[in-house]
């Protein structure tokens, strides 16, 4: 199936440990995305590559380190995890250009206790 | 003032009625807009995209954009339940193709 996919759908960890959610897409896109989803349902970008290469990187604290091995991939380690960091994480992507709508991954949702 | 402003509702509407949700947002320099519709624990997905002033009409789905008033609004006709869900607005702003940024939504309940 062509599709975003992302893995794992669920994250249960602990404060202070590090950890990573990865995504593939397969749509032959050249843009891919990080968001992030809290409890309120705002949905907030996080970072953009394009082509492998980081075009945004919005506020994000320096524990959550984008890579994107190649155009298709991109995952997400963050470290020393904090409470606040619970929410739902969409990995996303979407042709170069403007009119471009997004293609969303079904989301990550991670639980630090 | 937020970039992309929606009441979050809930708003609720009978079955069979017009669902009338709005959005409206503060980047002048603004170009591309998306309704997302994004069931509970679901991920978001594309309704409609709108790019031009006026009306797109997709079946039951209507947007409009008045890009002078800085508004987007998104009708659906003949509501059912199945449309009971949160409608995200989205847009592309001006500086940056790649950054697009979504409204807080509006919950929509369409009761029987």
């Known amino acids: 199936d062509t599709a975003v996919s992302q893995t794992p759908k669920y994250l249960v960890t602990q404060m202070g440990n590090d950890k990573s959610i990865k995504c593939e897409q397969n749509l032959g896109h050249d843009t891919m995305y990080w968001y992030k989803q809290d409890s309120k349902k705002f949905l907030k970008i996080m970072f953009s590559y394009n082509n492998k290469e980081l075009i945004i990187n919005e506020t994000v604290p320096n524990r959550f380190s984008p890579k994107s091995p190649d155009k298709a991939h991109l995952n997400l380690h963050i470290n020393s995890l904090e409470l606040g960091d619970s929410a739902v994480y969409f990995c996303?992507?979407?042709?170069?250009?403007?009119?471009?709508?997004?293609?969303f991954g079904n989301g990550t949702r991670l639980t630090v206790t | 003032q937020k970039e992309v402003e929606q009441n979050s509702g809930p708003l609720s509407v009978p079955e069979g009625a017009i669902a009338s949700l709005n959005c409206t947002y503060s980047?002048?320099?603004?170009?591309?807009f998306f309704w997302y519709r994004q069931y509970s624990g679901k991920s978001p997905e594309l309704i409609m995209s709108i790019y031009s002033n006026g009306d797109k009409e997709d079946g039951r789905f209507t947007a409009q954009l008045n890009k002078a008033s800085q508004y987007v609004s998104l009708l659906i006709r003949d509501s059912q339940p199945s449309d009971s869900a949160t409608y995200l607005c989205?847009?592309?702003?001006?500086?940056?193709?790649?950054?697009?940024?979504f409204g807080s939504g509006t919950r929509l309940s369409i009761r029987p």
């Open positions: 989205a847009l592309t702003g001006y500086s940056s193709a790649s950054k697009i940024i």
């Open positions: 980047d002048r320099g603004s170009q591309s």
């Open positions: 996303a992507s979407s042709l170069e250009v403007r009119e471009s709508p997004l293609h």
